[in-house]
């Protein structure tokens, strides 16, 4: 995992996808600012997502995003995707690496020193820390904060991603305190204001 500091955007899919996304994502990717891009839908086929996720990783591949896959590995391996993200209620990361192998593996850690731990000495490529904010995307269970964020980049060097609620108000605060890459996605596909294009672009 490279970590280029213009990169730092670890994009989100949105829940649902139509057609009109795609053009939106090559367009969002192609700003430059993305080293992620996780495919994270709930409520679609096994099959559904296949065939989105063949979409996407063409255009990933195009920009040189790394294409990952929230929660499946199997639609993972099968894609040939650069990585999965686990929850703590998924798949185990050594069953996770017998399946995929040496692809990019990240772990949500919430906002446990514990859970960090744990994920660094099973060689997590990444760490998925937070809410630090309200989010509309997910229901915040568990809080971060910056205080957090200084401890565990106290304690490791694997590389962090922040997640929660993340937009051009308050993202300067969690680069500026060591977190490698922000996770977005409300403020990029559902924001009420601005097209997603005209939503990365306050993203400096």
């Not at 990783?57 to 195009?62: D, G, V």
């Not at 609620?165 to 993202?171: A, F, H, T, V």
Request: contains cysteine; glycine residues 4%; proline residues 1%.
């Amino acid at each position: 995992m490279k970590y280029n500091k213009k990169r730092f955007i670890y994009l989100i899919s949105p829940s649902r996808i139509n057609n009109l996304f795609f053009d939106d994502l090559h367009d969002v990717l192609k700003s430059n600012k993305v080293s992620f891009f996780q495919l994270r839908l709930k409520k679609e086929s096994f099959k559904k997502k296949f065939t989105i996720g063949k979409k996407i990783k063409k255009i990933c591949k195009k920009f040189d995003v790394k294409f990952l896959i929230n929660d499946d590995v199997l639609l993972a391996k099968k894609l040939n995707a650069d990585g999965c993200h686990l929850g703590q209620k998924d798949m185990d990361i050594f069953d996770a690496k017998k399946i995929i192998g040496n692809k990019i593996i990240g772990i949500t850690c919430h906002n446990s020193i514990t859970l960090v731990k744990r994920a660094t000495a099973n060689k997590a490529n990444y760490l998925a820390l937070g809410a630090f904010n309200f989010s509309k995307t997910k229901k915040v269970r568990y809080k971060a904060t910056i205080n957090l964020l200084k401890k565990v980049r106290k304690i490791t060097k694997v590389q962090i991603v922040a997640i929660g609620g993340i937009n051009s108000n308050n993202y300067k605060k969690l680069l500026l305190n060591k977190a490698n890459f922000l996770a977005i996605s409300g403020y990029i596909w559902n924001n009420k204001k601005l097209k997603p294009i005209e939503a990365i672009k306050k993203l400096k």
